[in-house]
């Protein structure tokens, strides 16, 4: 087993379903942090974007997910990491999962391929695919219910299941605040997006776009300033 390195943490990711990845990189280096908040990260994975939390300032961050591996390696990660008191992984699906606490901040690198071809693999599967783990409609209801009124749910999707996604949440007070349109490489459209969503329509959102690489496969100056705080140079 090899730890992924970044700049300030390590990871092993070999025994969970949600692997180290560009979405869960691009949505933790996007996502605004408080000192003040406490964090929800909804199917955590190896926990990479709790510990992103943690080097942003959290004060706290619970991570679950309904995959037991991949929890126990999540809680490895936060054990061996500088920010272990702030870091709690608990297996758990999220539709039943609380204290009666509510979030400042709720992340998530959710399952978004929906009604798409499954992976052979029964975990992969549950992790990746929404209509056999956590739909949208639960997802957004899960938010409803644990997000502090004046909290931010960040999240990462592929640019087509936004669409639906948003008209759901829409019908539940979540609004766009936030939006990164990314594009992978230069000259083709985006193909998935960064949201911050937050109750009650905003007066106006704020919108931006990433390119990832050049034509010729080279990463932009501005995907290696986007990232610049989390890889290693």
Not at 26 to 41: E, I
Not at 201 to 206: S, T
Not at 216 to 221: A, C, I, S, V, Y
Request: with cysteine; aromatic share 12%; net charge neutral.
């Amino acid at each position: 087993m090899r730890r992924f390195h970044f700049k300030h943490f390590s990871l092993y990711h070999d025994q969970s379903t949600m692997k180290v990845g560009t979405d869960s990189v691009l949505l933790g280096a996007w996502m605004r942090v408080k000192p003040t908040d406490v964090v929800l990260d909804i199917g955590t994975g190896c926990g990479v974007l709790s510990l992103m939390a943690a080097q942003k300032g959290a004060t706290k961050i619970d991570a679950v997910d309904i995959d037991e591996p991949s929890v126990y390696e999540a809680a490895g990660n936060f054990e061996a990491s500088r920010w272990r008191d702030k870091l709690s992984a608990y297996h758990a699906d999220v539709r039943c999962f609380g204290f009666g606490r509510k979030y400042d901040l709720v992340i998530s690198n959710p399952p978004f391929f929906f009604k798409s071809s499954k992976s052979e693999a029964d975990r992969k599967s549950l992790a990746r695919h929404s209509e056999t783990s956590l739909s949208f409609n639960d997802l957004i209801a899960s938010v409803r219910n644990i997000l502090k009124p004046d909290g931010r749910f960040v999240l990462v999707l592929p640019e087509r299941e936004s669409k639906e996604f948003l008209s759901i949440a829409n019908n539940n007070n979540l609004y766009i605040y936030k939006i990164l349109n990314i594009i992978p490489i230069e000259n083709l459209d985006v193909n998935r997006v960064n949201l911050e969503l937050a109750f009650g329509k905003p007066e106006q959102k704020e919108a931006s776009t990433l390119v990832l690489r050049h034509t010729d496969g080279r990463f932009t100056d501005a995907y290696y300033d986007f990232v610049k705080d989390f890889y290693l140079g």
